[in-house]
C-alpha cells in the first residue's frame, strides 16, 4: 500500500508540475503574440497616416498648380 501511494503522489506531482510548465509556456507565448501584433499594428498605421498625409501634399501640390 505504501509502495502504490508513493506512485500515485510522485505521477500526481509529476503532472502538477508538466501542467504548471505548460501554462507558463502558453501564457508566455500569448504574450508574446499580442507583442508581436501591436508591432504589426503600429506600424501599419504609420504607414497608413504617411500616405494620408503623401496623398494630402500630391492633391494640394495639383490644386495649387
Known amino acids: 500500500k ?3 501511494a508513493t506512485v ?3 505521477r500526481d506531482l ?3 508540475l508538466t501542467r504548471k ?3 507558463r509556456i502558453k501564457l508566455s507565448t500569448v504574450v508574446l503574440q499580442t507583442g508581436l ?3 504589426v499594428a503600429r ?3 504609420r504607414y497608413r497616416e504617411r ?3 503623401a496623398i494630402v501634399i ?3 501640390y495639383i490644386v495649387v498648380l
Open 2 to 4: 505504501r509502495e502504490i
Open 8 to 10: 500515485i503522489i510522485q
Open 14 to 16: 509529476r503532472r502538477h
Open 21 to 23: 510548465a505548460y501554462i
Open 37 to 39: 501584433r501591436s508591432m
Open 43 to 45: 506600424i501599419e498605421f
Open 51 to 53: 500616405t494620408k498625409a
Open 58 to 60: 500630391q492633391v494640394l
